[in-house]
């Protein structure tokens, strides 16, 4: 079983900037393909990005050119960085690793 923890949530003003980490307990992060996604009220939850064992990220259309995915396999740890934000991204933030496993979520509000 794998846990995730993610932070850096929070309150910014659009076309702020905030990084999200996720921390994963275990010692098989490494083969794991990981991913963020977000679920605003009301929205059904989409992926933002994701990021391959080997290093390959997709993005949703909606972030492109704005936010990056990135990994630190040495610190068991994800990020995502969150550039020129709008008002439109404000949603609880998930992890998500090979598709099984997740964090409890953090919020994101982008005020206009």
């Known amino acids: 079983q794998v846990q995730l923890v993610e932070s850096g949530g929070g309150l910014v003003q659009a076309g702020g900037s905030l990084r999200l980490s996720c921390v994963a307990s275990g010692s098989i992060f490494r083969f794991l393909s990981m991913a963020w996604y977000r679920q605003a009220p009301g929205n059904q939850r989409e992926l933002v990005a994701s990021i391959s064992s080997g290093g390959y990220t997709n993005y949703a259309d909606s972030v492109k050119g704005r936010f990056t995915i990135s990994r630190d396999n040495a610190k068991n740890t994800v990020y995502l960085q969150m550039n020129s934000l709008r008002p439109e991204d404000t949603a609880v933030y998930s992890c998500?690793?090979?598709?099984?496993?997740w964090g409890q979520g953090t919020q994101v509000t982008v005020s206009s």
């Open positions: 998500n690793g090979q598709n099984k496993f």
